[in-house]
Structures are given as structure tokens and as C-alpha cells.
């Protein structure tokens, strides 16, 4: 089981589960109740290069639609395709449901990131 | 007994007809001989096997499930749902209109082009423009156009900076959409408490690399924009360009010209307008009006008049952006609009606004004494309340909207404009007497009551509809898009 | 007084009074005084209903309509027979005074109808998948093209010249401004020329358009440009006329990608150019790429089926300034007229009409060919076909009409090579005495 406390986490309510080169990223709980009952998900091939902040793949409810954006550089390594099939599994528990895996290209980048805490306190503020 | 509520394709039955065609003479002609094998169907299209009588029954049946402005209250905000005049009809379906050809020569349809040529002369003079095209096929066509002709009068002159569109955080979700098909990157600006436009946001956000600003007057808070005048100035200054979303011009007639505040582009929409039918969703018309100085960009052809004051489709127009449909837009729909604009004649279209307003200001005035009003001044055709404004009720905005259809009025607008939270936009328009105003204040004040005293009753609403809440999200999952049973061909 | 505004002096003096105010001016009295109208309006006086009719009368007999004359005019807009029981549905004021299905709940009307539509257009096309119709046929192509960019990621859309003209011309304003590139496909002997084709498409060809029956009315081969477009991983995007469905095989049955076409004949009158409906269909890969209004069927609580607008989250009010189209209406009561129509005439019935189309337009053509009109290509055709005429068409179809005859399209003015070609239309309305009387013309006028 995933927890918050081993997380790393992006301004558009991603989170990043690092281990060793690869990293896993997902969408948090508060993305996923903002969006409500996700309906779809559209996500990107394996060996697909994107750079932090490029759009890698859509996350859609009935009444929104949003992009997923790369928290920092990385090669596309595995899909999480099961998605697609159930979206509804974000929505269930979002620590588990990832999206893709990727190699990380530049691991300085990672110093960007929010801790749990820097996310709480943003998350407060947006609320 | 009766199974009307099933699909077309469920009472289909092989060998029944609905159709007879005169005899076929030539049926020594085969189509085989002169179509190679190849390029035929094998097997008849999966369409239905249906009889007259089982057609005009399943229709009739399907009708009588929908609401209707011919049925009853209709106070959508943003809409302008009002009544649909029943000459209009016929005069559309005049055979010397219905069955003309679009590409028969000029000189036999020289009516059609006179009914343009005056149509695009009424709207000029109610829009304070220099000159309109009718060709538009609704208002995000008509918006589309206008943007066309703005980025292509900017290019005319080498100045090809301006990528930039300027929309208030108000606007109709269609603004942004329509400023990005045409290229431009949208820039959106704060609206202030007032619900006018912030300037300071404006000023903010204008330079040379703006190409114009977007805005409703009234608002989609149905507030006329009380600094009109001021960014007018501001967006000219800075070598932008203004349009006009027409969607609430039922609020202006013969009031307030477009033209006259600094616009330099508008496109009215003659489905709200103009009570042209919406159709359960279109047709509608869209036309676009240009100041002088976007004249040469208007799309092709243009109907102009000859010296022997005969009428004709003029191409000849090299600025052009060029075509955006085929043939000279929804004609039918401008014949209704035509009909309808000499009905009410200069007078009568004044007197829509009036009415219009009058209307939309007494419902404001009782119903902000069971809903929250947020912003309190005299509105113009419609109004936003922020729902019951009780939120320890846990009554959306949603559930008074359903509950509304077992009224039998049909809802407002809801959770639009993005700005106001559980926003409720409501415009009567002038076709509603003061007794159904009454009946729906009415009705909206009992909801209110209902909400404290029975919530469930509202949030399981609606009751009295042929369906109840339909499961949009299983809609989505699982994306059912036609019938099942009588399956394609593949 | 008008009709459709129902306060009397009464009403307005009550309606004032509670509102606390002394006139109508005090409602608009937030208006600016520099932008508030300082005159009248300058239109006619309010007219009667009767003064009306009247007006409009004057304005068709200035008209000469297609039931005063012979209509060999085709070329995008068709003269098909359209059955009674049409009007009287999309005549239904619960259909046509209805807005936009967003109450699902009392919309079932609107809603099953877009459904039905949809299942039908998707199987007479042969494709998955249908939306809920769009303005025309043209702006359905140029749509078409947006949407194969957005899906393959490319902006290069390859066109026939075969394709209608004035849907060309409404692609390139579209492109010029939402940044596709179109290229042209040349024709040869009547169809696109696939040698030619075969040189311009690349990987970076998001996709190829082809009208069948072209503007020529010729049925083209599609199968090789369907190879050649797959093998780049491009998508054939076909424009049909929905009337051939009945007897050519299906664009679904080809290999298409998108299908889409100007679906007026089926029900709707020609009304000089408008309203009409386009229609789209796809397949399921491209369901979320499709613009405009989709209608699924789903439950409510208690498990009734009903339908609802679904997949919103593809359309503008949504994606807002990350669209791919604006398009937020449909030609729903025209599309209503249509699937009327489709419903009516059935699988037999779209079957009897084209091939009825088929047999007159061929028995015409014979004719003309007897009495020296050419044809220009020796190519399948369907209802429309191309004939050389011996001198100035224009000078030809001035004697025709004098002879009640609305003869064919001058192709002359978009295919300068064509100068003096004439385009018939033969649709199962004609009668073959009616086709004796075009031979006739024609041979008074060569």
C-alpha cells in the first residue's frame, strides 16, 4: 500500500512514488474528488520521452476534463492499462491507481516537488 | 398493449413497407451493368421495416415526452426561449422559398435575394454595423466568422503579433472554443463585484499582441456593462479590435446599438433573437455584422444591389476570408426571421426589450426573497441567483432545478456563468404574461419551503417525468451510441 | 398591440409599481447616455399577419420555384421527393419549440430522436459510430479534417480535386486559419488520380478526403487510396451522398475512418441553400475525437432506459479554450426530417429510390448521347453525369428555362478545363415524359 508520507507531489495535484530510477505518478485524492466519477482515461505508449510539464494523457469525469502532466523528464516504461478499462478505480483509492511508470531522466528535478507537508498546506489553500 | 416506447429498430418487421414510389419504367436498365460488383452493396442497409401508422405514432408518442416552449415556461437563461410565432412556419415552407434551388439562375429568385438583401438592412440598423452577412449557420459559426475576419484584418495590415484573445471569466464557454479554432490563445480577465469588467484586469492584460476582446453586453449576469464606453477605448487604444456576442441582444432592441458602444464586429443570434425555432438543438442563423473598415473581409458572396436595382450573389470580394459553408447560409431560418422583424416593426422589437426587461426585474424582485441574489441592481432581460444560499440545507442548486419539472416549468440555466457558485440564470423574455410569473414565483417559492422542510423530496426529484435522474456517469463508461438489435452490417 | 406580447397597460403599471419605479425608462437607466439609442429604430411599421402573408407573396412571385420547372439541377443540393408524414413530425411544435436536450429528463423526445438518428446514419454508412448531425456537408468535412489532425497529430490534409468546390473552398478558409495544411489531389479522366496520390502522401498526412459519387457524380475507386493511406497510418476520410447508400457499398465497408456528407435530400426541401444537415459517423478508435453532440443510452434509478447527451467532456462549453471545435449546436429538426425519412423508406425503400435515381439518370444520358451530347468520362456513375455541350452552356440552359427546364451546373466556372460542360441531375421525381422534354430542349438549343 501506497502512503502520502513516502510521496512526492506537483502543483496539478499529481503524485510521484519514486523508486530508484523509475518513478510511478498518479492522481491524488482531492484531484480526483474535484473531478468526480472518472468516466476516462487516455494515456500515452511506452518508450514515449516527455519533458516536466509536457501533457502525457487525459483524465476525464462527466463534466470535466483534464490533462496529466509529467511531474519531471522521463521515458514512458509501463502503462497502467488497466485504467482504461475501470477509470472508476481513481476515484476508489488513488494512491493505487497510477497511471504510467517512467524511467527518470533527471533526478535534480525532483528537488521541485512538494513534500507531503508543502502539499497539505497547498491543498488548504485552495480549498 | 402498446409498445411505443420502444426503439424504431425493436418494431421493425421484415417485409412491411411505409413508402410507395411511382412504377419503374426501366427496369430493363440494371444497375449491375453499368456499376462494377466491386462497388455494390451486398446486403440492404440495416434500416428499418416500419409502416406509416408506425411511424407517426412513434414519433408522435416520442414528442410527447419533451418539454416545449408550445407546452409552457421556458425561462433558460442565455436562450431567449420565447414564443415561436406559427407564421413564420408557413412562410418558410412557401413552395416560392421551400423549393427553390440554390444554384437556379439569379433572375428566378430574384424575391429570395431581396427578403436577404432587406433581412441583412433590418439587422444593420439594429446593430449599428456597416454591413452583415447571413450566411452563419448559428452563433458559434457566427463567432467563428467574426474572429476569421478580425485575425484577417490584422494580417491585411503586416501586423502579425497579435495572437492574443481577450475573454472575461463570465463568458460563454463557446468564446474561448471559437477563439482557439481560429488560432488565437485565449487570455482570460476577472470580472468585478459589480459584475462588470475589471479594468485594472483589462489593462493588465492589453498590448500589442492583442487582437481584440470578447464580450456580451448585457453580461451573462444580465447586467449592462457599465464600463462599455471606457474599454472600448482601452482595447482601440492598444490597436485591438471588439466583438460582439449577440447572445443577449433581446435585451437592447431599438435601446442600445452594439455599433454605438465601440464594437467593430457582432453576430446576433436569430434563434433567440428573432424567435426563430431552436429546434430541439438547431437550425439556427447566426449572422455577422462589421464596421466599415472589416467590410472587405466578410465572408463570400455577399448579396448586392445592381443599378437596375436587381439583386445578385457577388464573389468578386478579394479580401475575402473566403467561404464558411456551402450555398448562402440557413435561409429558412432567415425567411422566419425576416417574417418575424416585419411583424413587429420598429415599435413592436422596442417594445421586446421592454417587455423583456420589465419582465426579468419583477421576477428578481420576489424571487430574491428565497434565493440569494448576489449582485442587487437593475438587470436587463435575465438575472443570476446563487442558488438557496443555505448550504447547511445541503440543497444543490440541481435539486431545485428538478424539482422545478415536476412544477411543469421548465428549469433556468443552471451553473452558468462559472463565476456566480451554484448559479441559477433566469430570463422570463417578453412572451410570458404576468400570471405565469406569478406561477412561477409561486412555485419557486414553495420549493424554497420545501428545501428546509422536506430535503428528499428535492433531491429525488423530479417525480412526475416519463424518466427520473438518468445515470450520466454509466452513459460515459460505457458509451451505448445506437441500437443494439438490429446491428450494422458488420 | 402585438400577438406575442401578452401585457396590457394594466399589467405593465402593476409590474412597475411593485418594482417601485415610474416608467419603462427607469429600467434602463444603468445605460450609459452615450450609448444609449437617441432615436427610433428606422424599420417599417408593425404589419398584420394578413399585411404580412402579403408581403411575402409578392416576395415569391418574384420566384420562379422548382414546381414551375423541370429540376436536372443537382450538384450538391437534390430534388428527391419528400413524403408527407416528414412535415408532419418536424411540424410537432413539442419537437421544434424545444431548446438543446440538456434536461435530460424532459427531453426523451429530442433524445431518442438524435439516438435513433444516430444508429441509422451509422448503418447506412456502415461505421460504428454517428454524432447528432452539424451545419452542413461542407462544414462536416472541414470538421472531418480537424478532427484526422487532432487524431494522428499531423496537419497535412490531402484533398480531391474531385471533391465539390464549394467544399474545397470552405476547407481552405477553415485551414487557413486553424493552421492544417491542404493539398490538392489532381484528378485524371474524371477521378482522383491515385498515381499522383501515391507521390504525395507521407507520415505527414493526417488524412486523404474523397468524395464518391464525386462532383462528377462519378463513383470512385477507393479501394487503392485506402491501402495507400492506411500504410501511412493516415485516415481516409470519405464524403458521401447518403441517397447512394441504398445500392453502393458502404463507406464502412471500404475501410473509412470518417464518413461524412450533406444529408439534406433525405427529407428537407433545397429552401435555396438552407438549413440543411451534415452528418458525421466514425469509428469506435475515434469516439472521443468526434466534435458535436453524441446521445447514449443509459437508466435511471428505478433501470428505465432513457438517453442522454454523453461524452460532453469532448464539446466547448467544456474543454473551453483547449477545443478542437466550437461547434455547440446541431441541425437537430433537420436531422429529425431525415431519420423520418429514413424510417419511412426503410432498407427497401432507400434501395427502390436510388436505384429508380440510377435507372433515369442513365436512360437520360443515353438519350442525350443520341442527339450529340458527349460524355465527358466513360466512368460508373450514380445520379449526376457530365456532358460536353456543343456551345456556351450558359446559352443552353437560357433555352431550356425558356422551355420550363432548370437545366444543369456549369462546371465550367471552377474547372476552367471543363468550359463547356453541363452536369445533369436525374433524381426518381422525374418522369420520363418529363426527361422527353429535357432531349427536346437540348436539341433546340445545340
Not at chain 2, 102 to 112: D, R, S
Amino acid at each position: 500500500m501506497r502512503e502520502m508520507k513516502d510521496l512526492l507531489f506537483t502543483n496539478e495535484h499529481e503524485w510521484v512514488d519514486v523508486q530508484g530510477e523509475e518513478a510511478y505518478v498518479g492522481l491524488t485524492e482531492f484531484a480526483s474528488k474535484a473531478l468526480g466519477d472518472i468516466v476516462f482515461v487516455e494515456l500515452p505508449e511506452v518508450d514515449d520521452e516527455f519533458s516536466m510539464g509536457d501533457s502525457f494523457g487525459v483524465v476525464e469525469s462527466v463534466k470535466a476534463a483534464a490533462d496529466m502532466y509529467m511531474p519531471i523528464d522521463g521515458v514512458v516504461t509501463e502503462l497502467n492499462t488497466e485504467l482504461e478499462d475501470e477509470p472508476a478505480q481513481i476515484n476508489q483509492a488513488p494512491l493505487e491507481g497510477w497511471f504510467l511508470k517512467f524511467k527518470v531522466t533527471n533526478k535534480e528535478q525532483l528537488g521541485e516537488l512538494m513534500t507531503p507537508a508543502d502539499y497539505e498546506r497547498f491543498c488548504e489553500e485552495e480549498a | 398493449m402498446n409498445n411505443y416506447n420502444k426503439l424504431l429498430c425493436d418494431i421493425s418487421k421484415p417485409g412491411r413497407t411505409g413508402y410507395r414510389l411511382p412504377p419503374d419504367e426501366l427496369e430493363n436498365i440494371a444497375v449491375e451493368d453499368g456499376i462494377p460488383a466491386g462497388m455494390l452493396r451486398k446486403d440492404e442497409p440495416a434500416l428499418p421495416e416500419v409502416n406509416e401508422v408506425d411511424v407517426i405514432r412513434h414519433f408522435l408518442n416520442l414528442s410527447q415526452k419533451n418539454f416545449a416552449i408550445d407546452k409552457g415556461f421556458y425561462p433558460l437563461g442565455s436562450c431567449t426561449m420565447k414564443y415561436n410565432p406559427k407564421i413564420n412556419e408557413d412562410m418558410a415552407a412557401l413552395p416560392g422559398f421551400a423549393n427553390l434551388h440554390p444554384y437556379q439562375p439569379e433572375h428566378t429568385a430574384q424575391g429570395a435575394l431581396e427578403l436577404l438583401f432587406e433581412l441583412e438592412e433590418m439587422l444593420v440598423e439594429i446593430t449599428g454595423m456597416e454591413r452583415v452577412t447571413l450566411q452563419p449557420a448559428a452563433g458559434a459559426h457566427g463567432e467563428m466568422t467574426g474572429l476569421m475576419i478580425m485575425k484577417a484584418y490584422h494580417e491585411s495590415r503586416d501586423d502579425h503579433k497579435r495572437t492574443k484573445i481577450i475573454v472575461p471569466d463570465s463568458a460563454h464557454g463557446t468564446n474561448p472554443a471559437s477563439a482557439q479554432v481560429v488560432g488565437f490563445d485565449v487570455v482570460e480577465i476577472k470580472s468585478n463585484k459589480d459584475g462588470d469588467v475589471d479594468l485594472e484586469s483589462l489593462k493588465a492584460a492589453l498590448s500589442d499582441e492583442v487582437a481584440g476582446l470578447m464580450l456580451t453586453n448585457p453580461s451573462t449576469l444580465g447586467l449592462y456593462e457599465q464600463n462599455i464606453v471606457e474599454v472600448a477605448k482601452l482595447v482601440h487604444e492598444a490597436g485591438g479590435l471588439l466583438y460582439y456576442d449577440g447572445a443577449n441582444a433581446n435585451a437592447i432592441l431599438g435601446i442600445s446599438r452594439p455599433g454605438d458602444m465601440g464594437f467593430d464586429v457582432v453576430h446576433l443570434n436569430l434563434h433567440k433573437t428573432m424567435t426563430t425555432p431552436h429546434g430541439g438543438g438547431g437550425p439556427g442563423s447566426g449572422p455577422v455584422g462589421v464596421k466599415k473598415h472589416l467590410v472587405p473581409f466578410l465572408p463570400k458572396p455577399m448579396i448586392d444591389k445592381k443599378e437596375d436595382n436587381t439583386y445578385y450573389l457577388n464573389y468578386d470580394l478579394p479580401q475575402s476570408i473566403g467561404r464558411i459553408r456551402a450555398f448562402y447560409g440557413n435561409f429558412g431560418i432567415n425567411v422566419r426571421a425576416y417574417t418575424y422583424m416585419k411583424t413587429m416593426g420598429a415599435e413592436g422589437l422596442k417594445k421586446v426589450s421592454q417587455m423583456a426587461v420589465l419582465n426579468a426585474n419583477y421576477l428578481m424582485h420576489h424571487l430574491k426573497n428565497f434565493y440569494r441574489l448576489p449582485i442587487d441592481r437593475v438587470c436587463k432581460h435575465e438575472f443570476v441567483l446563487a442558488g438557496l444560499g443555505k448550504s447547511e440545507l445541503h440543497v444543490s442548486t440541481m435539486d431545485v432545478a428538478k424539482r422545478l419539472l415536476d412544477y411543469g416549468f421548465h428549469p433556468p440555466t443552471v451553473y452558468f456563468p462559472l463565476i456566480v457558485p451554484e448559479a441559477l440564470m433566469i430570463e422570463p423574455t417578453e412572451t410570458e404574461s404576468l400570471e405565469t410569473l406569478d406561477s412561477f414565483i409561486e412555485a419557486m417559492a414553495a420549493i424554497a419551503k420545501e428545501a428546509e422542510e422536506n430535503p428528499e423530496m428535492l433531491k429525488s426529484a423530479p417525480h412526475v417525468t416519463p424518466v427520473g435522474r438518468l445515470d450520466e456517469v454509466k452513459a460515459a463508461r460505457n458509451p451505448v451510441l445506437k441500437c443494439a438489435s438490429m446491428g450494422g452490417e458488420n | 398591440m402585438f400577438p406575442y406580447i401578452p401585457h396590457t397597460e394594466e399589467d405593465i403599471k402593476f409590474m412597475l409599481e411593485t418594482l417601485g419605479m415610474k416608467d419603462l425608462e427607469e429600467l434602463f437607466a444603468d445605460i450609459p447616455k452615450e450609448v444609449r439609442m437617441n432615436r427610433e429604430l428606422d424599420l417599417d411599421a408593425p404589419k398584420s399577419e394578413l399585411e404580412v402573408q402579403r408581403l411575402m407573396k409578392s416576395l415569391t412571385d418574384k420566384n420562379t420555384s422548382t414546381d414551375e420547372m423541370i429540376c436536372f439541377l443537382g450538384a450538391g443540393a437534390y430534388d428527391h421527393y419528400i413524403p408527407s408524414v416528414v412535415k408532419h413530425v418536424t411540424g410537432r411544435g413539442e419537437f421544434y419549440t424545444a431548446y438543446t436536450p440538456y434536461q435530460a429528463e424532459i427531453s426523451q423526445g429530442t433524445l431518442q430522436v438524435i439516438f435513433e438518428f444516430q444508429t441509422m446514419i451509422a448503418n447506412l454508412t456502415g461505421m460504428d459510430l454517428s454524432n447528432a448531425s452539424m451545419y452542413d456537408g461542407s462544414t462536416a468535412t472541414a470538421e472531418a479534417a480537424a478532427m484526422a489532425a487532432d487524431a494522428t497529430r499531423r496537419k497535412e490534409i490531402l484533398i480531391s480535386e474531385t471533391v465539390h468546390p464549394e467544399t474545397r473552398e470552405v476547407l481552405d478558409t477553415y485551414a487557413h486559419f486553424n493552421g492544417l495544411q491542404i493539398k490538392t489531389v489532381p484528378m485524371a479522366d474524371g477521378v482522383t488520380d491515385v498515381e499522383q496520390l501515391k507521390g504525395m502522401v507521407s507520415k505527414e498526412t493526417a488524412g486523404v478526403i474523397i468524395q464518391t459519387p464525386n462532383f462528377f457524380g462519378i463513383i470512385e475507386e477507393v479501394e487503392e487510396v485506402e491501402k495507400l493511406i492506411h500504410e501511412v497510418k493516415g485516415l481516409l476520410i470519405m464524403n458521401v451522398d447518403p441517397m447512394s447508400l441504398g445500392i453502393l457499398k458502404s463507406p464502412g465497408e471500404l475501410g473509412a475512418d470518417i464518413v461524412v456528407g450533406e444529408g439534406h435530400a433525405m427529407g428537407n426541401p433545397m429552401s435555396y441553400g438552407g438549413p440543411y444537415l451534415g452528418f458525421m459517423a466514425a469509428t469506435t478508435k475515434l469516439m472521443r475525437k468526434m466534435p458535436g453532440r453524441i446521445a447514449g443510452q443509459t437508466t435511471d434509478h428505478d433501470g428505465n432506459v432513457g438517453y442522454v447527451l454523453t461524452l460532453q467532456t469532448r464539446e466547448q462549453h467544456i474543454r473551453r479554450e483547449k477545443a478542437t471545435s466550437n461547434i455547440c449546436s446541431n441541425q437537430a429538426l433537420n436531422a429529425l426530417a431525415a431519420l423520418v425519412y429514413m424510417s419511412i423508406l426503410g432498407k427497401k425503400g432507400m434501395k427502390a429510390v436510388a436505384e429508380q435515381s440510377y435507372r433515369k439518370a442513365h436512360h437520360t444520358m443515353e438519350k442525350l448521347e443520341a442527339i450529340g451530347y458527349k460524355k465527358v468520362y466513360d466512368k460508373p456513375f450514380f445520379k449526376e453525369f457530365l456532358v460536353e455541350a456543343p456551345k456556351d452552356p450558359a446559352d443552353i440552359n437560357k433555352t431550356l428555362l425558356e422551355q420550363g427546364i432548370l437545366g444543369g451546373y456549369e462546371v465550367g466556372k471552377h474547372y476552367p478545363d471543363l468550359k463547356n460542360g453541363l452536369l445533369f441531375c436525374v433524381t426518381e421525381k422525374r418522369t420520363l415524359d418529363e426527361i422527353d422534354l429535357l432531349v427536346k430542349g437540348l436539341e433546340v438549343a445545340k
